[in-house]
């Protein structure tokens, strides 16, 4: 993530909490327990990923249970033919779905799973990655590859799958100690992504607080 003037960040966010951001990029919700499952799930992560997604912009559909991911309205035809992974997947038999577009990032979601929506959102935080950590992932991703130590059979799939199974992961006490565990590399990636943007999220909410007062 770029480091971006503080000022203007807090001018963007423009006095929005983590609820209203993630209301301001969800396109349809089933149904009230959808959303509100969306919210707990998406409020774990730093406000500043919600603001930067809100503003990329970011699209959300949450599906109810039995509807496809194909049915998305969101989706373009691109994103609705392509297939995925090693074992070339279609959308429908996947429970969520983030891809990007000109000008659009697609986040598609089964409400069933608080851990299904956490790594969608992870990969959307993705986008905004800068080529430094990028090239530190790539290089974390090919030693994992080497000495084939993985923390589930997703993250070995992509170099995208296997920092989104490690950032969604790190919001669970569980799958976080087994991430310290297996790859303490990765995961020390993560810990300083995910404190990097607590602490410009505090920063920018108390300037927010300053002008205000």
């Not at 930067?52 to 035809?77: C, F, M, N, Y």
């Not at 996947?94 to 986040?107: H, N, R, Y």
């Not at 995961?187 to 300037?207: C, M, P, Q, W």
Request: net charge neutral; hydrophobic share 45%.
């Amino acid at each position: 993530m770029a480091v971006l003037p503080r000022g203007k960040l807090a001018e963007r966010l423009g006095g929005r909490d983590k609820r209203e951001l993630i209301q301001s990029m969800l396109v349809r919700s089933p149904h009230n327990a959808a959303t509100e499952k969306l919210m707990v799930a998406l409020e774990a992560y730093p406000l500043i990923h919600l603001l930067l997604a809100s503003e990329h912009p970011t699209k959300i559909w949450v599906l109810d249970r039995g509807e496809k991911v194909s049915s998305a309205g969101i989706l373009t035809p691109a994103m609705r033919e392509r297939r995925w992974h090693s074992t070339n997947l279609s959308i429908d038999d996947c429970e969520g779905l983030t891809d990007a577009a000109p000008g659009l990032v697609a986040m598609v979601t089964s409400w069933k799973s608080v851990l299904v929506m956490r790594h969608e959102f992870a990969h959307v935080i993705t986008t905004f990655f800068t080529p430094d950590q990028r090239a530190a992932l790539t290089q974390l991703f090919l030693r994992a590859r080497t000495i084939n130590q993985f923390t589930e059979p997703l993250a070995r799939e992509s170099i995208g799958e296997y920092v989104a199974c490690a950032i969604s992961g790190f919001f669970f006490d569980d799958l976080r100690e087994a991430l310290l565990h297996l790859d303490p590399f990765l995961y020390r990636f993560v810990s300083r992504l995910l404190g990097r943007a607590e602490d410009l999220s505090r920063v920018i909410t108390s300037d927010e607080w300053s002008r205000s007062c």
